[in-house]
DNA sequence: CAGTGGTCTAGACCACGTG
DNA sequence: ACGTGGTCTAGACCACTGC
C-alpha cells in the first residue's frame, strides 16, 4: 500500500502505479481491515482500534480509514457507534438476532422460539454439498438435523452441511446444551463468522416423514429454501436446506 | 437549509439549531434532490446536474452534495457513471431490466420471456387492496393479470392492482401493443417510478384454475409471492400477487 | 483538452457516550 | 473533560469520457 501512496501528498508527480492492477487506497486499507477480521485480531462483538489510530497505523489520512470502514458497515462487517467505536459485527447481540432468517409471522408479532436437534453426525460428502462447499468429494462434512418451532409449532425443518475440518468438537449434545441461534455457536466456538449467505427458493411438496415433523397433511406446500452461507473473503462454509411451513408464517424480502 | 449552514465556516460557533429536529446538511440535500426527482424536475435516464453545479446551486460544497448522491445511488434511485455525469434510475436500460425479479433458472442461462395480457379492467378496490395502495375502499383500481412465459413455458401468473387515479389511460390494448418491462411502461407512460419494494413469499397450492393457466397438475405447490411496489416519498403505488412455477426456476435472494 | 465523477488529504467543529 | 464517530469544508490530483 505504501508504494502508492505519497509520502508528501505535494511532493510527486511520478508514481506510476496507475495502469496495472490500480485499487484506491482505502480498497487497500479494506483489505487489511479484512484481513484483521478473518485472522481473529478483533474478536466478534469487540471494538476496533479508533479512526485516528488506523490511520496511523497505515499512515493514510483518517478520511481514508474512514471510507474503508464505512464500506464494511455497509455490508455489515462492522457496526459503528457514535461515541463509542467501531465493533465487529456478531451473532449473538439481540439486535442482529436471527440476522439471517427471513420468516416472519403474518401477523408480525414476535413469537417464542425453540429448537430441537434430530439428528447430528459425520459423514462423507456428497458430491454436490462437497461442490458447495468448495471440499473434495467424500471429504468429512457434518451433517446436522434440527427442527424449529414457534409458540410450539414445528415451522422449518432444517438439514445442515458443515466442513468437518472446521467444526470438530461439534456434537448433538452440545448442541442441546447451547442456547441461542447456531451463527452465535459457530462464532464463539469456532471461531467461524457468517458474513453474507445465498438463497435459492422454491415450492415443494412436503414428503410423507417431512409433514409427519412438520405436524402438516402429506404433500402441503411448503417453502424449501437452499442457503449457502459464507465467511470473510467468501469462502463457503455451511450449506442449509430448510423446508418452511407457511400456513402462519412468510418469507419477507425487500427489494432495491 | 441556510439556516444551519455556517456562511464562514470558521466566523459563528452560535447558531442554535442543534437541539430540536437536527438534520445534517447532507440530508437536507438528499430531501431536495428527492423532491426534484419525484416532481420529474429530471426524468428517468436523463443526467441530473454535476456536482459542481449542484454545490453552487445549493450553496454547500461539493463534498456535501457528493455526500447526498452517495445515498441516492446507494439507494438505486440515481446511478453515477464516472465521466459522465449521475443519472436517474431507470427501468429501461438493459443492465436494470427486470430489477425486481429475482425468478432465475435453476440452470443459470438467461431465457426468452413473453407476457400475455389475460384481462385488464377497471374495478373498485377491495378493502386489503385499498389498505395496501393507501386509498379509500372503493376507489378505482385498474385489476390487471398476465402470464408470463420463459421459452414459451408458462411460469407466473401475475395478478396486479394500480391506484386508477394514476393510470388513466391503461388498457388491454395499450398493454399488448407494449413491448418490454412493465415498469418501463409505467415510467414513461404514467410518469410512475417504481423505486423499492417489499415481498412476502409463501408455498400455496394451485386452483383448478391457476393449474390450467400454467399447465401444471392440479394441487402443485406454486410460489406465492406479494409484492407492494413504492415510487419516491415511500408512496405504495402497486400491489401484485404472483404465483411462480419453481420446477426449473427458483426465486434468489441474497442475506447481508 | 475540458468536464465529469473518484480519491486523498487536512483541519474544524458537532453530537454522543463515559467518566 | 475527553475520546469516539459524524459532518462540513477546501483544495489537489487521478481516472474516465467525449469532443
Request: charged letters at 25%.
Amino acid at each position: 500500500m505504501s508504494d502508492t501512496h505519497p509520502d508528501d501528498p505535494a511532493s510527486d508527480t511520478d508514481h506510476v502505479v496507475s495502469s496495472a492492477a490500480y485499487s484506491p487506497l482505502y480498497q487497500q486499507i479494506k483489505g487489511l481491515l479484512l484481513q484483521g477480521l478473518d485472522r481473529a485480531e478483533w474478536k466478534p462483538g469487540e471494538a476496533i482500534p479508533s479512526e485516528l489510530e488506523l490511520a496511523a497505523r497505515f499512515q493514510v489520512s483518517q478520511g481514508t480509514v474512514r471510507k474503508a470502514i464505512d464500506e464494511l458497515a455497509a455490508e455489515n462487517l462492522l457496526i459503528r457507534r457514535q461515541g463509542k467505536g467501531t465493533f465487529v459485527a456478531t451473532h449473538h447481540e439481540a439486535r442482529v438476532r436471527f440476522r439471517f432468517l427471513r420468516l416472519t409471522s403474518d401477523d408480525g408479532q414476535p413469537k417464542m422460539t425453540g429448537s430441537q436437534v434430530l439428528d447430528c453426525r459425520r459423514v462423507k460428502a456428497s458430491a454436490d454439498i462437497a461442490h458447495l462447499l468448495d471440499l473434495r468429494a467424500a471429504d468429512a462434512v457434518v451433517n446436522l438435523r434440527r427442527l424449529l418451532s414457534f409458540e410450539q409449532v414445528p415451522t422449518i425443518l432444517d438439514d445442515i452441511w458443515l466442513p468437518g475440518a472446521m467444526f470438530r468438537g461439534l456434537t448433538a449434545d452440545s448442541l442441546a446444551r447451547y442456547r441461542g441461534p447456531l451463527y452465535g455457536l459457530f462464532e464463539s466456538e469456532f471461531g467461524v463468522s457468517m458474513v453474507r449467505a445465498e438463497e435459492k427458493i422454491k415450492a415443494v411438496s412436503a414428503s410423507a416423514d417431512q409433514a409427519k415433523l412438520l405436524r402438516v397433511a402429506a404433500s402441503s406446500p411448503l417453502l424449501q429454501v437452499e442457503r449457502v452461507s459464507f465467511t470473510y473473503g467468501d469462502r463457503p462454509v455451511e450449506v442449509r436446506r430448510g423446508l418452511y411451513v407457511t400456513e402462519r408464517f412468510h418469507y419477507k424480502n425487500s427489494l432495491n
